[in-house]
């Protein structure tokens, strides 16, 4: 904080002193709070991932108890990506002018709804309740994605906001893998439609109670900000008159920012090559290595648990360094690479090969999540975390879907390594571009130039 000394000649401040004290910045400080909100917020986002990937790892099984065709099933995950592109908008409005606690409340919410509806689903003609179920899931997800660098801004110090967000980003992550691990785990593959129903309730029951749970903790523990800013970035931001945010004006001045623009779309590009192969995986691993379901499962988990670790190793790294530009090129670079020796090991015959460059992959695509994040925050700043992760958000979505249906339409026409190089023409189109990205760092001028004040 400032302290303002009495103006000579009496003890009535003067205009400008009291104008002066207004606009000071408050003290910076930091609160335990903060990890219990950050903790709350990774565990809703990852029962909200689990949700989405719930159908997709045991495709065959919900093929069979609703009878419909596994597109179908795959539209059930699909629908998570096509909902968050329309809704955007509206929600990172949301998040600007009623704040991170609504928001928090909101997906806590709807993701326990969606849970509940679900549990309507458990008879073999009832797949359009099941579909419902998870559109609401899908609407809670847009309430989820775009808030990891928020909490971490509004929340966490300078010195600890990639770490904060990296670990936001982690919960999401973890809920895939569980969504992987999960649901074979319970759902054993039964003839008896009857007990195969009594198995998917069990799934279903579980997931319903523990969202329950998280939304009543929301209600309890979800703070919308600290008392006092952590760093002075987010002092300068919070000392500044509402009436002179315009939310429009803040989205405008986004997509004039060239250097924003080119990662949002080498986020896209990176994060919608994770969702393509994430989502034909299956697919992939079995037309090398018939009868490998289970295995399809565990290299899934493979490249999701080796992408936390990643995305871990990048917070952690950016916070020591402040590198994000040299940092987001070197782990694209080795994403390309990765994609590349996975190509042309695929086919080798030998499943552990599979495991090791899967796990590569992973550990270098995952990992760019938390860095496009905290770079598009640097890039922007001092607007607001919300709409710049939203929009890289929507890139994904929009490439993730292309490359989905893309991929999968040559891998069944010229076979699953034609079906690969397509998707590594992406990655070095995205790699050239982002090497083009200038390090205009504006987040951490501002703290330099608030502690050297």
Not at 25 to 35: D, G, K, N, Y
Not at 230 to 243: E, G
Not at 270 to 295: D, K, Q, W
Request: net charge neutral; hydrophobic share 50%.
């Amino acid at each position: 904080g400032m302290v303002l000394q009495e103006p000579a000649g009496g003890p009535s401040q003067s205009a400008a002193a009291v104008g002066a004290a207004a606009a000071a910045p408050a003290e910076v400080q930091l609160f335990r709070r903060r990890w219990a909100v950050l903790l709350l917020f990774s565990s809703y986002s990852l029962c909200n991932a689990f949700q989405w990937i719930q159908y997709g790892s045991i495709n065959n099984v919900f093929v069979r108890f609703y009878d419909v065709s596994a597109f179908a099933i795959d539209w059930l995950s699909m629908s998570y990506m096509v909902a968050y592109i329309p809704l955007l908008f509206p929600v990172a409005w949301l998040l600007d002018k009623k704040g991170l606690r609504l928001i928090a409340l909101a997906g806590s919410a709807l993701n326990a709804v969606g849970a509940w509806v679900k549990l309507g689903s458990m008879k073999p003609h009832l797949f359009p309740v099941t579909v419902l179920g998870q559109v609401i899931c899908a609407l809670a997800q847009v309430f989820i994605l775009g808030m990891p660098s928020r909490i971490a801004s509004v929340w966490f110090g300078s010195h600890e906001v990639s770490t904060a967000c990296s670990i936001a980003v982690f919960g999401n992550q973890l809920g895939i893998a569980a969504g992987f691990l999960v649901p074979p785990v319970l759902i054993p593959n039964v003839e008896d439609v009857e007990k195969l129903a009594y198995h998917i309730s069990i799934m279903f029951f579980m997931t319903a109670g523990v969202a329950s749970a998280l939304f009543i903790l929301v209600i309890l523990v979800f703070k919308e900000k600290p008392p006092n800013p952590p760093s002075r970035a987010q002092a300068s931001i919070q000392s500044r008159p509402t009436a002179e945010y315009s939310y429009v004006q803040s989205i405008l001045r986004l997509l004039r920012n060239a250097n924003f623009l080119l990662l949002m779309a080498t986020y896209g590009l990176n994060v919608g090559c994770f969702y393509a192969l994430s989502t034909l995986l299956n697919r992939m691993v079995i037309h090398h290595y018939p009868g490998e379901e289970v295995n399809a499962g565990r290299i899934g988990l493979t490249i999701v648990l080796s992408g936390m670790v990643g995305a871990l190793i990048s917070g952690i790294w950016l916070d020591r360094t402040k590198t994000y530009k040299q940092t987001t090129l070197v782990v694209y670079i080795m994403s390309l690479v990765g994609m590349i020796i996975y190509t042309f090991t695929l086919s080798l015959g030998h499943l552990w090969v599979v495991f090791v460059t899967a796990g590569m992959l992973g550990f270098f695509m995952t990992g760019y999540l938390p860095l496009g994040f905290e770079f598009a925050a640097e890039l922007t700043y001092p607007e607001s975390e919300g709409t710049s992760s939203g929009l890289l958000n929507v890139s994904a979505q929009i490439f993730g879907i292309a490359f989905t249906i893309g991929q999968g339409q040559i891998m069944d026409h010229f076979g699953t390594k034609a079906g690969n190089l397509f998707l590594c023409s992406f990655l070095f189109l995205g790699t050239v571009m982002t090497a083009f990205i200038k390090a205009d760092l504006r987040r951490q001028q501002a703290n330099l130039e608030n502690e050297q004040t």
